[in-house]
C-alpha cells in the first residue's frame, strides 16, 4: 500500500510539473514569465460567462448618460493601458454598495453607491483605471491558476499521507498564500492605475485620493461599529494608516510621475458632480425605502413598520432588523405563492407540520398565520416566531429568532407588532416611497455642513455623511462658491 501512495504522490508531482511547464505566459504589464493556466481566448470566455452570472445579481444603473460617460472614460483608458487589444465592456450597477470590481477578460464593474463618494472625474478614472489594473496583469487568471496549483498540492498530500486532515491543512496553507497574493495584487493594481491616469494626462497622485475615499469610509465605519458594538468593516485591507501617510503606495504611484502626459489634464471636478446632480443615494425604488424604522416599497406597494430603535438593513433579498443588544433577528423574505391554500396551509408545509400555538393575523389589508417553532442551527435550534402574511400571489415570510427562550420573551410582542403593521401604502405615502437624491448647489459665505445638514434628507450622521459625500471628512468645510453635494 505505501509504494502504491508514493506513486500517486509522483504522478500529482509530475502533473503540477507539466502544467507550470505549458502554463507559463508572457504577463502583459511586466514582460516576464507568469504561471497561467489559461489562453486569452479561454480568459475573455470566462468573462462573458461570469459576466452574465453578474447580471442576474445586480441590474444596470438607469442613466443613460451616465454610462456613456464611464464608458468613453474605460475606452480612453484602455487604449492607453498594457492590453489596449482587449475591447473593455463597462457597467455601471444599481447598487448603493461602494464597490468596483473587474473580471478576467475585459469586463468592469462600477456601482452608483461608490461613485456618490467621487468628487472630480480624475477620481472615477482611478478607480476605473485599478479595475484595468487587475485585467491587464491577468490577476484574475494568475489567481485562478494558483488555486488549482494549490488544490493539485493538497491531493497531493492527502494520499502520500492518508489523512484529509492533511489535504485540508495544504489547503489552507495554499488558500493564505493566495491571499497574500490578493494583496500584492491590490498594490499593483494601485501602481497600474496611476500610470493609466498618467497616460491619458491625469495626475498620478489622484490614485491617493480614490483610495482616501474608502479609508474615510473604513474610519467612519469604526464610529458606527463602536456605536452599534460590531468588529468594523475593512474596505482597502492593503492600508493600515491614511493613503497619504502609506509609503508603499506614495512610491508606487509617484513612479508614474516619470510619463510625459501626466498631470496636463484637469482633474474635472465640475464635470463630474454634474453627472451626479439627481443621482440616487442609497437603495433605489425599486429595492425600496427605508426611513427611520419604516419601509416603503412602491411596487411591492408594502409598508412595513420595524421597532423602534432597531437597526434595519435592506438586503438585496431580505429586510433584517435588530436590537442595539444583538441578541435577536427579526427577518422578512418573500416568495410567490404557486399553490391555492391559506396562510396556515402554507406555514404547516414549509415547518412540517411543527408550527405551535398558531393563530391568524389580520393585518389593516392582507391575512396571514403565525406561530412558533424551533430552527436547527450549527449549534442546535433557537425559538422563533414564524409568519406568513399573503399579499395577492406574493408572500411575506416573517422569522423573529432570540438566541434563546428569554430573548424570543423579550421582543416578541414588537416582533408581532411589526407584522400586524404590513400593510397596503398610502397614497399620501407614495412620495415616501421614492429614493434619496444627490443634489448640487453653490455654497455661500457662511455655509457650513452642520447647517446644511439641517435640512438634508439624512437620518443618521448627516454631518458625516456630507463631509464624506464631498470629499472632505472628517472635519473639512464648504468654501464660498464651491459646488458642492447635498441630499434632498
Known amino acids: 500500500m505505501m509504494g502504491k501512495q508514493v506513486n500517486l504522490f509522483t504522478l500529482s508531482i509530475i502533473l503540477l510539473g507539466s502544467l507550470i511547464f505549458s502554463g507559463c ?43 456613456s460617460y464611464v464608458e468613453g472614460l474605460v475606452e480612453e483608458l484602455g487604449n492607453k ?113 496611476a500610470e493609466y491616469l498618467a497616460n491619458v494626462g491625469y495626475d498620478p497622485e489622484e490614485m491617493i485620493n480614490v483610495v482616501g475615499i474608502l479609508k474615510d469610509q473604513e474610519e467612519f465605519d469604526k464610529q458606527l461599529a ?34 510625459d502626459n501626466a498631470a496636463t489634464r484637469e ?71 404557486n399553490k391555492k391554500q391559506t396562510p396556515k396551509e402554507y406555514l404547516s408545509e414549509q415547518f412540517k407540520g411543527k408550527v405551535t400555538k398558531g393563530q391568524p393575523v389580520q393585518t389593516a389589508n392582507f391575512q396571514g398565520y403565525t406561530g412558533y417553532a424551533n430552527l436547527p442551527t450549527k449549534s442546535g435550534t433557537v425559538p422563533s416566531r414564524v409568519a406568513a402574511v399573503f399579499h395577492g400571489k406574493r408572500i411575506y415570510q416573517v422569522l423573529i429568532a432570540g438566541k434563546d427562550s ?21 397614497n399620501a405615502e407614495r412620495e415616501l416611497a421614492k429614493p434619496k437624491n444627490i443634489k448640487l448647489i453653490r455654497a455661500k459665505s457662511g455655509d457650513t455642513f452642520a447647517k446644511l445638514a439641517e435640512k438634508s434628507d439624512i437620518e443618521h450622521h448627516p454631518v458625516e455623511q456630507l463631509r464624506l459625500l464631498n470629499g472632505m471628512y472628517p472635519d473639512g468645510e464648504p468654501k464660498p462658491g464651491q459646488l458642492i453635494k447635498i441630499v434632498q
Open 25 to 67: 505566459a508572457t504577463n502583459p504589464v511586466t514582460g516576464k514569465q507568469d504561471l497561467v493556466l489559461m489562453s486569452e481566448a479561454q480568459e475573455i470566455n470566462l468573462g462573458k460567462q461570469a459576466h452574465q452570472s453578474i447580471m442576474k445579481q445586480y441590474r444596470p444603473y438607469n442613466d443613460p448618460a451616465l454610462q
Open 81 to 193: 493601458s498594457h492590453r489596449s487589444n482587449l475591447v473593455y465592456h463597462v457597467t455601471v450597477l444599481d447598487s448603493p454598495q461602494i464597490n468596483a470590481f473587474a473580471l478576467p477578460g475585459g469586463y468592469l464593474y462600477i456601482t452608483r453607491g461608490i461613485m456618490a463618494y467621487m468628487n472630480s472625474e480624475a477620481e472615477l478614472a482611478g478607480v476605473l483605471g485599478h479595475e484595468l489594473g487587475h485585467i491587464t496583469a491577468r490577476h484574475g487568471v494568475r489567481q485562478q491558476s494558483a488555486g488549482t496549483i494549490a488544490g493539485i498540492l493538497g491531493a497531493g498530500v492527502g494520499i502520500l499521507t492518508g489523512s484529509s486532515q492533511a489535504a485540508q491543512a495544504a489547503n489552507m496553507g495554499g488558500t493564505a498564500l493566495i491571499r497574500g497574493y490578493g494583496r500584492s495584487h491590490e498594490l499593483e493594481a494601485d501602481r497600474l492605475g
Open 226 to 259: 463602536k456605536e452599534e458594538g460590531r468588529e468594523p468593516r475593512a474596505y482597502h485591507g492593503t492600508f493600515s494608516t491614511h493613503p497619504k501617510n502609506d509609503t508603499r503606495l506614495q512610491e508606487v504611484i509617484r513612479a508614474a510621475n516619470k510619463f
Open 267 to 337: 482633474a474635472g471636478r465640475e464635470k463630474f458632480l454634474r453627472y451626479m446632480d439627481g443621482a440616487v443615494l442609497g437603495t433605489s425604488e425599486q429595492d425600496g425605502v427605508l426611513r427611520k424604522n419604516r419601509f416603503y416599497h412602491s411596487d411591492l406597494n408594502l409598508f412595513v413598520e420595524f421597532p423602534e430603535g432597531w437597526k434595519v438593513s435592506n438586503l438585496p433579498d431580505r429586510l433584517i432588523a435588530t436590537p442595539k443588544t444583538g441578541d435577536a433577528q427579526l427577518q422578512i423574505t418573500i416568495d410567490d405563492l
Open 406 to 426: 428569554n430573548a424570543l420573551n423579550k421582543y416578541d410582542s414588537v416582533g408581532l407588532g411589526t407584522i400586524k403593521s404590513m400593510r397596503q401604502l398610502k
